[in-house]
Every structure is written in C-alpha cells, then in structure tokens.
C-alpha cells in the first residue's frame, strides 16, 4: 500500500465541508434509509452539493443516503410559497440526495426529520397528535405513533396517465442480473418512480443495483426504480410484497419510502379491484406499512408508516 501525503487531501477534514463545520448534526434512519440531518433555523447555511457529498461519503464523511437541513419555511423559497397558502406550515425540509442532487420528496426522510424536530424540541408531538410540514413536494401532514411516524404522503398518479392505466406498463426496464428486458410502469409519488414485477424471489435476489437500471423510453429526470415480488400471505386484507429499489443520485438504498408506496401502488393496481388497500412492504432494512385512503378532493392518498432509530449525534469538524 502507498503511504499517504499531507498533500493526499486526508488533512484538513473541515476543507471538505466549510458550511458544515462545527455544527451539530444526528445520523438516523428509517428502515435501513439513513440520512444525516442538522438544524438551521435562520437558513443561513447555504450548503453546497459538494459538501453535500462529502459529508453522505461512507469512507470520508458521515455516510448517508441524503442530507436533511431543518429550516424554518419562512427562510427558504419554497417554504414561503407553501406556508402563504397553509400558515401553519412552521418548518421546511430541505432535502438532498447523497451526490448533492435536490430532491422533491423522501417518505422515510420526512419521518427522520419530524423526529429530529421532536428530539430537538422545536415541536411538541404527543402520540396520535399532528404536524403539517413543507416539502419540495409540497406541504406534508405527520402523525405520532406507537412506534414511529405515519406521513399522508398525498396523492400517487401514473406519470403517463390513461395510457398506462389501459396497458398496464409504459417503458421497458433492463438491470443487471435478468437476461431480458422486464415491463415497467411509472408512477409519481411527488418524485418519479418506475416498478417492475418480478415472479420469484430468487430472480431479485440476483440482481445487481450497483449500476442504475436502464428504462427505455428514458424519463427526462430520471427515476428511482422497484423490483417487487408478491409474498406469501393468508390474510386477503393486507397485501405483503418485497422490494428492492435503486435511487436516482443515491444507488442501491435499503428502503425508499416513496419507493414503497410507488411498489404498492402498482401491485395493488396490477392485482385488480379486489386488492387490499393496506399493504406492508418489505425492504432490505424492514417493513414498511403503506394504507390508500379516499381524500375529500376525489384523489387517492397514500400513508407511509414505519420507525426511526437514532445511530448518534456527532459535531463535524
């Protein structure tokens, strides 16, 4: 092994990132999705997507699937926008994929930011109780409970519509591990998603996500995709399936939240009108639970529950 320099850039950690240094920050996750996530109440940190980087840096940095600022909404864009129209929208989560990328939603990030607000005390939040937060998705709505949090992830739609809808896909997906191209169907879950059935759990075992599936035709801004497989069950009222997924700007993650729901939703749709409108999902990490709900506006919406676990708290230098 060649010995390393002071000039190999393993000195001078803080140059890696200048906005972040010396402030607090919690590493946690949902499900095996973990993220690093700090408090800016006055939105005067302006955080680079290198920085971003190199704190998500498994080796060099934190390691995390994405960085989450805490912000008040009044101080960013965004949560202005959304808390002129819904005045008790108090807080923002600015949210970032590991390479930097912004990112509209993360279902299992919204539940690791509301409990860092709780174990921060910036908002009080009993069992059962509520808290509407800001996203790049718009305003969420996050329930306590027993053991996590449940978020109204709003409502799923198919990115292509009626068309989908009547083929029952609308792009060809090819990854590594299965000889041919497999039939997918895109969703949105406020970011984009594209979901593939697969027959057995052997063939997603084989898989191989370190490199991003190819889905043909390409979306524009890319897509996270699930391959998901139906599981085993006796109890016809709860769907169960099992799911793996890559991240657009992140690789191979241990669970997605949205993910999750996207999978549910386009199993449920797949198995017909007799399907379950409960469903539990489970990831790398765990289980998810995912619940489709009639809204007072016609739509669908989508509730994402599962827990949060604290790995530590840290000061970055």
Not at 148 to 161: C, L, Q
Request: proline share 5%; glycine share 12%.
């Amino acid at each position: 092994m060649t010995a390393m320099t002071e000039t190999s850039g393993t000195t001078g950690r803080a140059a890696h990132w200048p906005e972040l240094a010396g402030v607090r920050v919690r590493k946690a996750h949902g499900t095996g999705n973990d993220f690093v996530v700090f408090t800016d109440l006055d939105g005067s940190l302006d955080v680079s997507a290198d920085t971003v980087a190199a704190v998500c840096d498994r080796h060099l940095g934190l390691g995390g699937d994405g960085l989450i600022r805490a912000v008040r909404a009044e101080h960013v864009p965004e949560g202005r926008r959304l808390a002129e129209r819904s005045p008790d929208v108090e807080w923002f989560m600015d949210y970032r994929n590991g390479d930097g990328s912004l990112a509209q939603m993360c279902g299992n990030g919204v539940r690791v930011f509301v409990d860092h607000l709780v174990r921060e005390g910036l908002v009080e939040l009993s069992r059962g109780a509520r808290l509407r937060i800001g996203t790049r998705a718009g305003v969420r709505s996050v329930a306590r409970t027993a053991d996590g949090y449940a978020v109204d992830m709003g409502p799923w739609s198919f990115e292509h519509g009626d068309a989908a809808r009547e083929r029952g896909s609308d792009c060809l997906v090819s990854v590594s591990g299965l000889t041919v191209q497999r039939p997918g169907i895109s969703l949105s879950m406020g970011n984009p998603h594209t979901v593939v059935a697969l027959s057995e759990g052997e063939k997603l075992d084989a898989l191989d996500l370190h490199t991003a599936p190819v889905v043909d035709p390409a979306p524009a801004d890319g897509t996270n995709v699930e391959f998901v497989v139906p599981l085993e069950h006796d109890d016809d009222a709860v769907g169960r399936i099992e799911m793996r997924v890559h991240e657009r700007g992140v690789g191979e993650t241990y669970s997605c939240g949205t993910g999750a729901c996207a999978a549910a939703a386009a199993t449920r749709f797949w198995g017909g009108p007799d399907s379950p409108d409960r469903w539990f999902v489970r990831v790398p990490g765990g289980v998810l639970s995912v619940t489709f709900v009639p809204a007072p506006d016609g739509t669908e919406h989508v509730v994402l529950a599962g827990p949060v676990r604290v790995v530590a708290t840290a000061e970055l230098v």
